[in-house]
T-cell receptor, first 117, second 112 residues
Framework: DGGITQSPKYLFRKEGQNVTLSCEQN?????MYWYRQDPGQGLRLIYY???????QKGDIAEGYSVSREKKESFPLTVTSAQKNPTAFYLC????????????????FGEGSRLTVL | AQSVTQPDIHITVSEGASLELRCNYS??????LFWYVQSPGQGLQLLLK??????LVQGIKGFEAEFKRSQSSFNLRKPSVHWSDAAEYFC??????????FGAGTRLTVKP
């Protein structure tokens, strides 16, 4: 079945370590997104990519990095520069939508919970 | 600034009662608006979306939403809530640069 797979589901990290969260989709979607979710703050956009080898910063990109070498994959690295990385991270993808651009909905993965020890 | 506002952080309703969750958006010509639902520890699932045409939109699980341009609102409604509707609900808006912005969410509790 088509969908988005995030791994790992749970991840523990020591302070000062970089970690990479995986996001893979087999929906043939062009656009992919990373959001961070904290209680009471909803979803905040970290990075998004509209096409392979291109990506844009969202509202809270500092301390994070991404790559988009393949259409199916959009990994997120949480670097040691991210001061408060403990959160729930959600990856999503989006197709071209209908005739009108930007009308397609996001399809979400199940999320990855990162805890810094 | 472009934003989506959900004024209610937490709402409690009795099972069988009607529900309305509020969403307001700021700025923009043609808004593309969405409602998503999230169960604890899970990803988000689309309930419904609006981008043109009839301002009353029907979605899954018996939900509907009405787009009101004059009030910059896109409120979600359900005539009779079920215990399984307890979850967090997010309103979202798509912008011309293809990003998607979400409100802070409304947590729904359903009383027996």
């Amino acid at each position: 079945d088509g969908g988005i797979t995030q791994s790992p589901k749970y991840l523990f990290r020591k302070e000062g370590q970089n970690v990479t969260l995986s996001c893979e989709q087999n929906l043939n979607h062009d656009a992919m997104y990373w959001y961070r979710q904290d209680p009471g703050q909803g979803l905040r956009l970290i990075y998004y990519s509209q096409i392979v080898n291109d990506f844009q910063k969202g509202d809270i990109a500092e301390g994070y990095s991404v790559s988009r070498e393949k259409k199916e994959s959009f990994p997120l690295t949480v670097t040691s520069a991210q001061k408060n990385p403990t959160a729930f991270y959600l990856c999503a993808s989006r197709g071209a939508g209908t005739v009108i651009a930007n009308t397609g909905e996001l399809f979400f993965g199940e999320g990855s919970r990162l805890t810094v020890l | 600034a472009q934003s989506v506002t959900q004024p209610d952080i937490h709402i409690t309703v009795s099972e069988g009662a009607s529900l309305e969750l509020r969403c307001n958006y700021s700025y923009g010509a043609t808004p593309y608006l969405f409602w998503y639902v999230q169960s604890p520890g899970q990803g988000l699932q689309l309930l419904l979306k609006y981008f043109s045409g009839d301002t009353l939109v029907q979605g899954i699980k018996g939900f509907e939403a009405e787009f009101k341009r004059s009030q910059s609102s896109f409120n979600l409604r359900k005539p009779s809530v079920h215990w399984s509707d307890a979850a967090e609900y997010f309103c979202a808006r798509s912008y011309n640069n293809n990003d998607m912005r979400f409100g802070a969410g409304t947590r729904l509790t359903v009383k027996p």
